[in-house]
């Protein structure tokens, strides 16, 4: 058997075998005909399996209309089951789909297969993503970096534009591949979570109450907080995939899921990329985009572009390389989707410009004079301006009566009007909210934002409207629970922690190492 024959995939397990249905999984192959030759919708043939993730499967597929190469992602069939994921795969196509910019990915078509499985069809990238090159655990060249950022911000202008924030903003969903002339294209995956600003849709809730699931690494305090969301938690993402890229680690270490997130929502600022090594100014470009305070970062992806574009740079050069605007869509080359965990939802304050006509990037031109034939020429400009002065005034001396040049008195200076001085009352404090932790579990302690607490009662106080505070309940014998506990009302909570299975010893969440050492903390709420 050769690999040619192995072209009907699972579309549970997305193994690649001769026939179907699947001898592992035991589920049909998404289309009729026989292998090798089944076509959705009539005209995509399957060829192989790309990759397959929680959400679905990707395949590599053959238009056989147009004779093109394409992806296709295909709904797992178990997935069918929950409107909330078919909605989120709907949207991911419609979002990436309605942006239309050379750094997004392309959606060509949507479908369903014969027996009912959603599938999106889009162009098919030939690369890799940057998840492969963090996990190595070692640093791109700060350049590099730099170009790989000012391209995902040129995506994520013309998202926003549209009134798209992708909320998702990771390594693993930045994909570099190559235009036709070898340079690098880096495009930006997965829109499955993406917030529309216009409408303040996104797709339907995947968490449960009063929870925020994901991988927390990269998602802004507020977004972490579940407060209001606007364009810039994606650059703070942004910013956190830069740091990684250029010192070879994430800014954040901790080992659990509750002093992670206690760590990024906190008032500390955030970890500095040390100078070392870098070009002078870059850590501050990235500790701006990191800000905690979402007022002190950047305002917008363009404004963010413009202060990294001097450190963009190409193999090997030394100087400022300006990168070209987006003209029109890559014909050809694979996504390999990345699933995105669900976010907290929010509304933008901010309105949705018009994406009509592209906006051009303003720079200030530099003029090379280390040319010896551009400084003769300059010097022969000056020498003949000087003539020309000195001739106009030898003649003016001849024929021109002197006249006697009046100065006008100066006029007194208007005395300063001091700036209005607005007078507002002062504000009431706020009430004070209090949630009590009823914890009978013996032995049983809690860790409050990183702090430990013990006893069966433990008691949080702060203003009405405080952030949220992350708990992690702890016990001998038993699974961790972590909470995330806001201050709208005082209450009481009651928290009972399972006992943990005997057999396997499960003591809770724990965190889970990917290859090159970088913390992969494991959803709690899944």
Do not use: W
Not at 414 to 420: E, H, K, S, T
């Amino acid at each position: 058997m050769t690999e040619a024959d192995l072209t009907a995939p699972c579309s549970s397990c997305g193994t690649l075998h001769p026939e179907s249905p699947c001898p592992f999984a035991q589920s049909p192959l998404p289309g009729a005909g026989s292998p090798g030759r089944a076509l959705l919708s009539g005209k995509y043939r399957l060829v192989r399996c790309l990759g397959a993730g929680g959400l679905g499967v990707v395949y590599e597929a053959v238009n056989e209309d147009i004779r093109r190469r394409v992806a296709i992602k295909v709904l797992r069939r178990e997935q069918i089951k929950s409107l909330a994921v078919i909605e989120r795969f709907r949207r991911e196509a419609s979002a990436a789909g309605s942006i239309g910019n050379e750094h997004i990915v392309e959606v060509l078509d949507l479908g369903r297969t014969e027996d009912g499985l959603p599938f999106i069809v889009m162009e098919l990238l030939v690369g890799h993503d940057l998840g492969s090159v963090v996990a190595a655990g070692k640093p791109l060249e700060p350049g590099t970096a730099a170009d790989i950022a000012t391209q995902v911000l040129d995506a994520l202008d013309a998202a926003h534009a549209a009134g798209i924030i992708h909320r998702d903003l990771k390594p693993e969903n930045i994909f570099v591949t190559r235009r036709s002339g070898g340079t690098e294209l880096v495009k930006l995956l997965d829109f499955g979570i993406a917030l529309d600003r216009a409408t303040g849709e996104f797709t339907p809730r995947l968490t449960k109450a009063g929870t925020v699931m994901g991988t927390p690494q990269f998602m802004s305090p507020e977004q972490l907080r579940g407060e209001p969301l606007d364009a810039r938690t994606d650059l703070y993402s942004l910013g956190v995939v830069l740091f990684e890229l250029t010192a070879g680690r994430n800014p954040f270490n901790q080992s659990t899921y509750a002093t992670l997130v206690s760590e990024i929502i906190s008032d500390r600022p955030a970890p500095v990329l040390q100078p070392a090594g870098l070009p002078p100014g870059l850590p501050a470009v990235v500790a701006r985009a990191m800000e905690k305070d979402r007022d002190r970062r950047y305002g917008s992806a363009r404004e963010m572009m413009v202060a990294l574009r001097p450190f963009v740079r190409p193999a090997g050069g030394t100087g400022p390389v300006v990168l070209p605007r987006p003209s029109a869509a890559v014909s050809s080359a694979p996504t390999m989707a990345v699933e995105a965990a669900p976010r907290a939802s929010g509304t933008v304050p901010r309105p949705t410009p018009s994406r009509s006509t592209p906006r051009p990037v303003e720079f200030t031109p530099r003029i090379d004079v280390s040319s010896p034939a551009l400084r003769i020429g300059i010097a022969g400009a000056v020498a003949a301006a000087l003539a020309i002065v000195a001739f106009i005034v030898y003649r003016g001396s001849d024929s021109a009566p002197e006249v006697p040049i009046r100065f006008a008195p100066p006029t007194p200076a208007l005395p300063a009007i001091p700036p209005p001085v607005a007078s507002f009352p002062p504000a009431a404090s706020a009430p004070r909210v209090r949630v009590r932790l009823l914890i009978p579990t013996p032995g049983a302690a809690a860790v409050v934002d990183g702090t430990p607490r013990s006893g069966p009662e433990v008691v949080l106080e702060a203003p009405a409207g405080s952030p949220t505070k992350a708990v992690r309940i702890e016990a001998p014998g038993h699974l961790a629970r972590d909470l995330m506990i806001s201050f709208d009302s005082s209450r009481d909570v009651a928290v009972d922690l399972a006992p943990a299975a005997a057999a396997t010893g499960e003591t809770g969440p724990e965190p889970v190492k990917a290859p090159g050492g970088r913390i992969r903390v494991r959803n709690p709420y899944e």
